[in-house]
């Protein structure tokens, strides 16, 4: 049985991790990228994501608190509670907490080849 | 030409040329009398329509937006409207044809385990294959194939990738283009590309260099592809705010269409670049538009019984194919899986009238009926039964926003405590979609989650127990629930940039944000906000300052 993740959790997870690397502004093209890697890691698992731009766009509606703006290719992430460390915890309730273990590894797998490049 | 009358609900009589009532009269035309438009018949018992009276209506308000052009454009561009007014309302009548059963609820069904805007997915690929055989000559494939992967890949809000049920219904389209074109008079034109086109969103690129001929050309077919399917103000949207406001009996604000569509035009901007417009007698109308498909979003599509309604129908369908498969095929060779059995079952060919076959099963003209079928032979599974029978149905603790908010005292940090709490346990049923795997709250789903391997175990088994463990104000337990994730903020998803208005001369234009300012919620999202259903009833002041208290004693929970 396939199971399908939302958008939510990629753009989520993806955020989460350019927190934990000091990154507030990340690149729209790299959260493609990113989806793209950790489809081709999830398939082997029978996990398919369904990301798309339009979602990016839905994600800033939905989660105020956690973005700022969407400006040219880049997402600014909310770092109101200037608090890294309670930042961090927020986008792992809301993104991470409650995922199969397995879909967790692959995510922060998928986000080292995009944020650990170069 | 001939015509023949029909008397609608909503338009009055609609007037329609025969080539397109003989479209009408196609078995995979009236299929479409038994695709139910949308899902708020829980709610609004009234709302009995379907996607057949809602593309004729959309037919019909194509021919008012014609008329407006006519009367509002220059005579150049009026050649070419008229040029290329079968073919458009052509689109206006086809756009829903494809459409899946049960409307929205199972749009993406079509398209399982893959991605719509990929080019390489199955959808996109058929239909691809499928244009690549019937479009008029190679140039005209070619373009449109560079034009249709543009929008899959686009980041531009005015292009977008097409929906499920729109690409499904360009192949429907496709295959059947022979015998639609066989309706009309030889000299008539119909131009396959705008139709399909305009049925996907998928504009004409157009060179600020190229001929001013040919600029016009593509321009005036942009603007009769926007005006069927875009983010902006166009038919379809028109048809089926009205249509579902006056059908539920829902007291929503008026649409005058008429007064709309009567003002249609165009506006080319300085690189000859076409968009359609609306003169500036329509701006109330617009405004109407705006709050009338937010004032729909808020108070029926995100009401906690349509969401639940949709919730159990989609169960039931998993639960009910996965049995089929299981009863079967699953010793059969022709289908391997139970996915592939849901694409065989969600398939062109189902929809078409010479069917799918799998085994001794054929699927033909695929719509609600046959679904609802296959659920009553499961109709014994708890699942199903509570979609079937009302009295067996969880209810809402709380049914709006405005309320959970006045139970926590109207606290928004309060709300924020107890969003937070609970956000692993929406993470793990559903972020994560397994159609026909239960999703109750309930001792078993502890035992179950204990022998998984979940980030955050310990926090979720916490918030289940929790809930579990609640006592009433009556000292009854044995609480069981669903939760579902819910919208407390609403605003229409009208692309105000590009929708714009005419004060005077063809010159004397500008775009709606402009002058009415951002088309959004002015209140910002503030905590996540779902729904809690339970197998009885509660009070839910009672409910959620117990739920707020177990919150706040978590420590991790943000203050």
């Not at chain 2, 239909?127 to 000559?137: G, V």
């Amino acid at each position: 049985m396939c199971k399908i993740i939302s958008s939510e959790v990629v753009i989520g997870n993806f955020l989460l991790e350019a927190v934990e690397r000091n990154t507030f502004d990340v690149s729209i093209e790299d959260m493609v990228i990113y989806d793209e890697k950790l489809s081709e890691q999830l398939k082997e698992h029978n996990y398919f994501t369904r990301f798309n731009f339009e979602e990016i766009l839905d994600f800033k509606d939905n989660y105020p608190f956690f973005v700022q703006g969407i400006q040219s290719n880049y997402i600014r992430i909310m770092n109101e509670m200037d608090n890294k460390t309670k930042l961090k915890e927020q986008l792992g309730r809301y993104f991470r907490m409650g995922m199969p273990t397995l879909v967790v590894n692959e995510m922060i797998s998928a986000s080292k080849s995009i944020f650990d490049m170069g | 030409m001939k015509t023949k009358s029909i008397k609608d609900t909503i338009h009055g009589y609609i007037q329609i040329e025969e080539p397109f009532w003989r479209i009408i009269d196609t078995a995979e035309f009236q299929r479409l009398k038994w695709i139910e438009q949308t899902s708020y018949r829980v709610l609004y018992p009234s709302a009995r329509h379907d996607r057949f009276v809602h593309s004729i209506g959309v037919y019909w308000l194509g021919q008012k937006a014609i008329d407006g052009f006519v009367k509002n454009c220059s005579n150049r561009e009026v050649r070419v409207v008229k040029k290329y007014k079968d073919s458009f309302l052509l689109g206006c009548i086809l756009h829903d044809i494809g459409h899946a059963p049960f409307s929205h609820t199972c749009e993406d069904l079509y398209n399982y385990q893959e991605k719509i805007n990929k080019v390489e997915c199955s959808l996109n690929s058929r239909l691809l294959e499928l244009y690549k055989k019937f479009a008029e000559t190679e140039v005209i494939y070619g373009a449109f194939e560079k034009d249709y992967k543009y929008i899959l890949k686009s980041t531009d809000e005015i292009c977008k990738p097409p929906s499920e049920h729109e690409v499904m219904s360009a192949i429907v389209t496709i295959q059947n283009f022979s015998r639609f074109r066989s309706f009309f008079e030889k000299d008539v034109c119909l131009d396959l590309d705008l139709t399909i086109r305009s049925i996907l969103g998928c504009v004409y690129a157009v060179n600020p260099k190229e001929p001013a001929e040919r600029k016009t050309d593509c321009g005036i077919k942009n603007c009769l592809i926007r005006l069927l399917n875009s983010s902006t103000v166009d038919v379809d949207k028109l048809d089926y705010i009205a249509r579902d406001t006056q059908m539920s009996g829902y007291d929503n604000v008026v649409l005058d269409s008429e007064r709309l569509l009567d003002s249609t035009c165009c506006v080319s901007t300085e690189d000859g670049v076409y968009y359609p417009a609306f003169k500036k007698s329509a701006l109330s109308v617009i405004n109407n538009v705006v709050l009338a498909k937010n004032s729909q979003a808020q108070w029926i599509v995100n009401h906690p019984i349509v969401l639940y309604d949709a919730y159990l129908l989609r169960r039931a369908i998993g639960i009910s194919i996965k049995n089929m498969y299981d009863n079967e095929y699953a010793d059969s060779e022709e289908i391997d899986s139970f996915e592939e059995l849901l694409k065989a079952v969600f398939s062109c060919e189902a929809l078409t009238r010479e069917g799918r076959w799998f085994g001794k099963r054929n699927v033909s003209l695929l719509s609600d009926i046959e679904l609802l079928n296959w659920m009553k032979q499961n109709i014994y599974i708890k699942e199903i039964l509570e979609y079937f029978s009302r009295d067996e149905r969880k209810s809402p603790i709380w049914k709006s926003n405005e309320e959970f908010l006045f139970c926590l005292d109207a606290e928004v940090e309060k709300a924020k405590t107890v969003s937070d709490f609970i956000m692993p346990l929406m993470n793990y049923l559903n972020i994560i979609e397994d159609l026909y795997l239960t999703k109750e709250i309930n001792n078993k789903l502890i035992e179950k989650i204990k022998t998984e391997d979940i980030d955050g175990k310990e926090e979720l088994l916490e918030i289940l127990n929790v809930l579990i463990s609640y006592t009433d104000k009556a000292g009854n337990d044995g609480f069981e629930y669903v939760i579902l994730p819910a919208r407390n903020t609403f605003f229409t998803k009208i692309n105000a940039k590009h929708v714009y208005i005419c004060f005077g001369s063809k010159e004397q234009y500008t775009d709606y944000k402009s002058i009415r300012g951002e088309v959004t919620e002015s209140n910002k999202k503030l905590y996540e906000f779902f729904y809690l259903y339970a197998n009885k009833k509660t009070d839910a002041k009672h409910f959620l300052s117990y739920l707020y208290r177990k919150a706040r004693a978590c420590s991790k929970i943000r203050t």
